[in-house]
């Protein structure tokens, strides 16, 4: 018996848990609330794809009317009853053997989500035979989706569920028609983990997790079930849908589901809604709505301020099923995979963003302009935490955007520690990624970056308030490219005002920054007007004209005219598809027009507009208050004389190694002498740092001239190699 059973229903990620749950469950460890947490969504996949769960699918589909392709995957069933377990395993990565059968060609069962594979065979070559076979079972998988979609349940989704029920549903109307029908079949399945969890775990509330549109139609079947099976136990929904979405909710019917809604940061609300069940006679709430007297109130009359990010605990992982999560590859690229390949321990660096300035984001939402950023020590607690509990030690941190100065920190805390990680974080493209930086991650344990570009025009960026320009961007991403850190930019079109010619010059912008190779990967977003950013809270100061309507359940996307006309729609196949082939290594030398069927201006950006801007000079001076940091060990040194011209002095050799080279350098003795003591000084293990200005004046009580001695060739060669400079 739990007091609390958390849930995140169908569906979120087939890869790893979403990280709501565990945040909150490892909040209620530190106040000793007992709690049980599940991901519906990867039982009910894994239900749905197995030998058994399979054969029940196709004797309860629909076979009247089948498209060739799908009455070909019909005719097959055989063959994928007979390999869904095996390849279930693979992706758990149980099986690695089965990779060299899957890569045969004759061991999986294909339908026309294999028709790319003449396109794409040649890109596996840097990816290896696992990943190939992961990509091969991606595509198994989806046929077998796309036969459940149109044969048994059109709502199926692998990362969402009857998601169209909950996208901007500014009444409960027709979500509440659908609550009436008949069970659909995955609701069938879902209900059934649910009732058996139910009455295992034995909870007094419980807790439903609603990330995404995807997830609300699955939380309502859930809350219906609990209400009708279980009429004792209270119902309650967060997570970043309800944060959004129903800010302004007004019908009382949400209320036959659920007895609380809470808003924002769930740990307070969630520790009240448990203090209130065990003692009714209670009545302190946070950003809670409920139902009084048949009418929908908002009560936020507790006293007690939100927990400060140092005291909410560390993200607990336990109950879920983290050996059974299934890696898949949907596109061959190393870092799209990220989202969808391996099990990532999530964590957030800092709450809220420290920019909180883009015009298109929720500013005015507590999520957003609450900006709190986690000590580095704290943070690294955390991670060994969780790898001791999980067994991985990869990490996605999950900010708005990470700080680079706390990202600095983080990355010198771990070497400390002599910390074995793979992570990787959402940050904004800014000037303080200097290429030392950028290696200091890098030695951390930072394999990737993603951040927004989005419209890659200067003036529009100008207009969101993005704080950056095209030209920093692009040094940006290739200091982060160079020392061997993956970029993936988020990409906008269809923004308020945006032209044609604009749209045209940003994916001009998008090709060269593909094909010089700073970018790795992307995605193209149409513009969404919300109703809690700067946009959506005053659309005249953007030219769009916002569709009013009653809001009585969701409000966060409004649809909106702009002014200028364009149909932005039209852009999107052609701006995706050229990045696929972009992100594929691919398609440069296509003229921008031979991506789209209706006829496009030329664009105005020159065709060295991106190395133009790599080649510009970047480094404006050396700050004094910059840390030099030294990520190398100890060399090798031997003393020898040097002999010119009748002049005899004493030199010093050093040899330094890392892990691919071995660098030599030579120096006067004395110099070299204070080398090896400044060396010892800046070891990674030391807590002690020294700036640029103390390692200045350090030099100078014994040489003069410390800007030549920095600038010279051997010294050069040292700051290559590890003696870093960073802000």
């Known amino acids: 018996m739990k007091d609390i059973l958390l849930i995140t229903p169908p569906f979120t990620q087939l890869n790893t848990p979403y990280p709501a749950t565990a945040y909150l469950k490892g909040f209620l460890n530190t106040k000793n609330i007992s709690a049980y947490q599940m991901d519906l969504g990867i039982e009910v996949i894994l239900a749905m794809f197995s030998k058994e769960g399979l054969t029940a699918i196709f004797d309860s589909s629909n076979t009247q009317h089948l498209t060739p392709n799908l009455q070909r995957i019909f005719s097959l069933r055989e063959d994928y009853i007979q390999t869904v377990d095996a390849v279930i395993a693979f992706l758990q990565g149980k099986n690695h ?121 699955s939380a309502f079947r859930c809350a219906q079930f609990i209400k009708k099976n279980f ?117 957030t660096m800092a709450h809220g963003c420290y920019w909180g300035k883009c015009t298109f984001c929720d500013i005015s939402l507590d999520y957003i ?124 079109y269809g923004y308020p005002t945006q032209t044609v010619q604009e749209t045209v010059d940003s994916l001009e912008m998008v090709r060269q920054l593909f094909e010089v190779g700073v970018l790795q990967s992307g995605f193209w977003h149409q513009f969404a007007m919300t109703a809690h950013s700067p946009v959506g809270l005053f659309p005249e100061e953007f030219g769009v004209i916002p569709e009013q309507n009653e809001i009585t359940f969701a409000n966060n996307d409004i649809q909106f005219k702009d002014k200028t006309g364009i149909d932005h729609d039209q852009f999107s196949f052609g701006l995706k598809k050229s990045l696929f082939n972009y992100m594929h290594g691919i398609g440069f030398d296509y003229t921008l027009h031979d991506w789209f069927d209706f006829k496009i201006p030329k664009t105005t950006i020159s065709p060295d507009f991106i190395v133009s801007c790599l080649e510009k000079e970047t480094d404006f001076g050396i700050k004094p208050s910059a840390k030099v940091i030294w990520l190398s060990g100890k060399p090798q040194t031997e003393i020898f004389t040097k002999t010119k011209k009748g002049n005899r002095w004493e030199m010093m050799k050093l040899v330094f190694f890392d892990k691919k080279e071995t660098l030599e350098i030579n120096l006067e003795k004395d110099k070299g002498e204070w080398l090896l003591r400044i060396i010892d000084n800046l070891a990674i293990h030391n807590q002690k740092t020294l700036t640029f200005v103390q390692l200045k004046t350090d030099f100078e009580t014994q040489f003069d001239d410390f800007e030549l001695f920095w600038h010279s060739k051997p010294l050069k060669k040292l700051r290559d190699f590890g003696f870093l400079l960073v802000l």
């Open 369 to 492: 302009k609450l900006y709190e950023p986690i000590a580095a020590q704290i943070l690294v607690d955390r991670m060994e935490t969780m790898i001791a509990q999980t067994g991985e030690n990869g990490f996605h941190f999950v900010d708005e955007a990470a700080p680079p100065a706390l990202m600095r920190e983080v990355a010198l805390e771990i070497l400390r520690r002599k910390l074995t990680v793979t992570w990787w974080t959402n940050i904004r493209f800014e000037k303080s990624f200097s290429l030392d930086l950028c290696l200091l991650l890098k030695a951390s344990g930072c394999i990737a970056v993603s951040g927004g570009l989005e419209v890659a025009s200067d003036r529009l960026l100008e207009l969101i308030k993005k704080g950056v320009t095209v030209e920093q961007v692009a040094q940006v991403t290739r200091n982060f490219t160079e020392s061997g850190i993956m970029v993936h930019a988020y990409l906008m």
């Open 231 to 347: 009429p004792s136990i209270k119902v309650s929904m967060g997570g970043g849908f309800p944060n959004t979405e129903l800010r302004d909710l007004k019908d009382q019917r949400v209320f036959e589901f659920f007895d609380f809604i809470t808003l924002d940061d769930g740990e307070l609300p969630v520790e009240l809604l448990n203090y209130n069940i065990k003692n009714p006679n209670s009545n302190e709430f946070k950003r809670t709505f409920l139902l009084e007297n048949n009418q929908v109130v908002y009560k936020n009359n507790t006293t007690q301020s939100d927990y400060k990010q140092s005291e909410v605990g560390t993200p607990d992982y336990s109950d879920l099923f983290l050996d059974k999560y299934i890696s898949v590859i949907e596109i061959a690229n190393p870092m799209h995979s990220l989202w969808s390949d391996g099990r990532w321990n999530k964590l």
């Open 97 to 217: 053997t089965l990779a060299r059968q899957i890569c045969s060609g004759n061991f999986l069962p294909e339908a026309s989500r294999f028709e790319q594979l003449d396109d794409m065979e040649w890109a596996f070559g840097s990816m290896g035979m696992q990943d190939k076979a992961k990509h091969l079972a991606t595509l198994y998988l989806e046929d077998l989706s796309d036969f459940i979609v149109e044969c048994v349940d059109e709502n199926f989704g692998f990362s969402r569920y009857a998601e169209r029920l909950g996208r901007s549903a500014n009444s409960f109307d027709e979500l509440y028609a659908h609550l009436q029908d008949d069970l659909t079949y995955i609701d069938k399945i879902t209900l059934k983990i649910l009732g058996n969890r139910l009455a295992e775990v034995q909870p007094k509330l419980v807790c439903i997790s609603v990330p995404f549109p995807g997830n609300l139609y």
